[in-house]
């Protein structure tokens, strides 16, 4: 799992399923953990989480994300920043618009997930449950209770550091594509915000999304905002 905004030449339109598997996998984690993460041992972070969630039924911010790839004897560590905006609406609408260093939209519709690359002037489509069910996330962001959210991942508390309360969830499968999603929640006068989700995958790569100015049910935010249409003249691929 490489950066959830790479720029793909339009030379290299190979790239198209890695790259999309990529974008969609950061999104699912964040969108999942933002909106449905639950319960853990300790009481404090329970309080944090329930609170989000009882309070939260929509959102939006700003975020900054660094991708580092793995420490290897053979090679510097590398890493790359993106900027953009993120929003949602329970239970099942999400967008992502990255802004720099290359321009990409990632809408969920509730029906649609769309990934829009503008240096390809291609939109990838995909059915949203069919896009998200084979992932460990996806059960994350549809799981009815606890429960069935525990039948995939070990959660535990973790002391508060930096003006957050953390909450780590580890999967249980081998076979997951992820080592562990580190979740930091900032409680303010506001209410409970999601300010960190610090994700490392199966290869030792690290995602770290950073928010910002992150507005909790905000009145002008409404379903509308997830719909797209794609632009005209660019390719609609529907694999």
């Known amino acids: ?8 030449s339009p030379t290299q339109p190979q790239s198209l399923p ?18 449905t993460l639950s319960g853990v041992a300790n009481a404090s972070s329970l309080d944090t989480l329930a609170v989000f969630l009882k309070t939260t039924q929509s959102g939006r911010a ?7 790839s793995p420490a290897r004897p053979d090679q510097a560590v590398r890493s790359k920043t993106s900027v953009g905006s993120f929003a949602f609406v329970r239970p099942v609408r999400f967008r992502f618009d990255y ?20 240096d390809l002037a291609q939109v990838t489509a995909r059915k949203q449950a069919q896009a998200l069910g084979s992932t460990p ?5 549809t799981a009815a209770d606890l429960g069935a959210l ?3 991942f070990t959660l535990q508390a973790e002391p508060d550091a930096n003006g957050l309360q953390w909450v780590q969830a580890t999967p249980k499968s081998r076979d997951s594509a992820l080592q562990s999603v580190r979740i930091g929640l900032r409680v ?11 994700i490392l995958d199966a290869l030792g790569q690290r995602s770290v999304l950073s928010f910002e100015r992150f507005e909790i049910n905000p009145a002008n935010l409404g379903v509308a905002q997830f719909n797209f249409v794609p632009p005209k003249g660019v390719d609609v691929v529907r694999p």
């Open 1 to 8: 799992m490489n950066n959830a905004a790479p720029h793909v």
């Open 18 to 35: 890695t790259h999309w598997a990529r974008a969609v996998w950061h999104v699912v984690l964040v969108w999942a953990c933002a909106m």
């Open 62 to 68: 700003d975020f900054t994300q660094v991708v580092t």
């Open 99 to 118: 802004q720099k260093p290359f321009p990409q939209t990632i809408v969920a519709d509730g029906q649609t997930l769309w990934l829009y690359d503008a």
């Open 137 to 141: 996330a996806a059960l994350i962001a």
């Open 150 to 152: 525990q039948k995939e």
């Open 188 to 198: 303010q006068a506001q209410g409970t915000a999601l300010d960190k989700l610090d």
